[in-house]
């Protein structure tokens, strides 16, 4: 089965993207620059001073970057490959979300995943979609935003040619990776052969120019005492 379409991981991901801070870290010790990734891959990467009517979130999982670019664009389309992560993401839209929070062994605890008031839901679509093999008829944007997806395409190469189409003239592009490779996603063959940021650096140059390089670290809850800290490379692109 499709890790992306169980409900262990719809519950851990509605946790990562909508969980108030002490919901997700109860520990005083812990790392709290982590938190909120999801807000911060828009807040800390894009240019919010530059008009936006139109963006696309690729790899949208459960919609909370979706919902935070709408505070900024006219109106945004978020695509993700799992259904799961749709329907969820489509139900925020209207409603609260119920959700278990793995907390150790088979205890839990229910909590509700809500979009924040001051982001306008009825500029948000979404729908599901590949992304190596996005629609003909998707369009172009004034900012396209995909973080920690990279390097979980099974041939990231499709995307990366596909993105000069996606991104109007003066345009952004904003990406955020961890770098994880793993065969379980992306076969040898299709990995980096040096760095990550070479390798972006050299696909993308003849259409964007690098704009801004920040580390992002974000912090996944696995159950109370089990955590993944991760720093993502956070980029942002300007379409030439």
């Not at 709290?32 to 999801?38: E, I, N, Q, V």
């Not at 970057?65 to 900024?72: D, G, T």
């Not at 172009?140 to 040619?161: E, G, K, Q, Y």
């Not at 003066?170 to 040898?188: S, Y």
């Amino acid at each position: 089965m499709n890790i992306y379409e169980t409900r262990r991981l719809l519950d851990e991901y509605l946790l990562f993207h909508y969980g108030a801070p002490h919901e997700v870290l109860p520990w005083e010790e812990g790392p709290k620059s982590a938190l909120g990734f999801a807000v911060r891959t828009v807040t800390e990467l894009a240019d919010l001073d530059k008009p936006i009517h139109i963006a696309l979130d690729l790899g949208c999982a459960v919609g909370r970057s979706s919902f935070e670019l709408a505070k900024h664009a006219e109106s945004v389309v978020g695509i993700d490959y799992s259904h799961s992560f749709i329907e969820a993401a489509t139900a925020l839209t209207w409603n609260e979300l119920s959700y278990l929070r793995l907390d150790e062994a088979a205890a839990t605890t229910r909590l509700a995943a809500k979009v924040p008031v001051d982001c306008p839901c009825d500029r948000v679509k979404f729908e599901q979609g590949d992304a190596m093999h996005l629609r003909e008829d998707l369009g172009s944007f004034d900012l396209v935003h995909a973080a920690n997806l990279l390097c979980r395409l099974t041939d990231p190469a499709l995307l990366i040619s596909r993105l000069p189409d996606l991104v109007k003239p003066g345009g952004q592009l904003l990406l955020a990776t961890p770098c994880t490779w793993l065969e379980e996603f992306t076969p040898k063959g299709h990995w980096p052969t040096g760095s990550t940021r070479d390798w972006l650096k050299q696909e993308l140059a003849t259409h964007f120019e690098l704009d801004l390089e920040k580390n992002l670290p974000f912090l996944i809850r696995e159950h109370a005492r089990k955590y993944q800290w991760s720093v993502a490379l956070g980029t942002r692109w300007i379409r030439k």
